[in-house]
Antibody
């Protein structure tokens, strides 16, 4: 059974940093691109970043470029999102998701990041 | 960036009725790379349709997707109580991939 379990969310002050993790199981993690998708409270979905199987290609939505870094450790079946210089507008539930030809067939349960003073 | 506009914003129907949800793109979606998701409160989204018209694994056949170019439709043929949720479309044919703002399907 495919499972994606996020962790690392919490309350952080504006300008602060946070590192999210996603533990993957039930599939060959190293064979898949992986993504982070977020959802602000009461709002819709927004793709944040994705990373190629070997980590050689990474892409970001414009609003997080230069502040967020996606990475992975295939030996640990884990995906990460390092978030720096956090802003109030980064407040959201962050989902780890597995792309299937571009759509997402598996999602984690999400981890809430709240940026507030 | 391709902007996806979903309509209506809220759809009020009764169980057993037919639901038709629309997703319109600001530019043509290449190769019909369009997906539909269902999301219930407190839950992650669930993939329903990919490639505009292919049902994902385990999705009942009352869900169907159609369309191409800039106009896409999700149809639920006979609403079951568990179908009342928010539905999102996503295009993944152009970078950045984008989502619509959602349609809330509520019980009338």
């Amino acid at each position: 059974e495919v499972q994606l379990v996020e962790s690392g969310g919490g309350l952080v002050q504006p300008g602060g940093s946070l590192r999210l993790s996603c533990a993957a199981s039930g599939f060959t993690f190293s064979s898949y691109w992986m993504s982070w998708v977020r959802q602000a409270p009461g709002k819709g979905l927004e793709w944040v970043a994705n990373i190629k199987q070997d980590g050689s290609e990474k892409y970001y939505v414009d609003s997080v470029k230069g502040r967020f870094t996606i990475s992975r450790d295939n030996a640990k079946n884990s995906l990460y999102l390092q978030m720096n210089s956090l802003r109030a507008e980064d407040t959201a539930v962050y989902y780890c998701a597995r792309p299937r030809g571009g759509s997402y067939d598996y999602w984690g349960q999400g981890t809430l990041v709240t940026v507030s003073s | 960036e391709i902007v996806l506009t979903q309509s209506p914003g809220t759809l009020s129907l009764s169980p057993g009725e037919r639901a038709t949800l629309s997703c319109r793109a600001s530019q043509s979606v290449s190769s019909s790379y369009l997906a539909w998701y269902q999301q219930k409160p407190g839950q992650a989204p669930r993939l329903l349709i990919y490639g505009a018209s292919s049902r994902a694994t385990g999705i009942p056949d009352r869900f169907s997707g159609s369309g191409s170019g800039t106009d896409f439709t999700l149809t639920i043929s006979r609403l079951e109580p568990e179908d009342f949720a928010v539905y999102y479309c996503q295009q993944y044919g152009s970078s950045p991939e984008t989502f619509g703002q959602g349609t809330k399907l509520e019980i009338k």
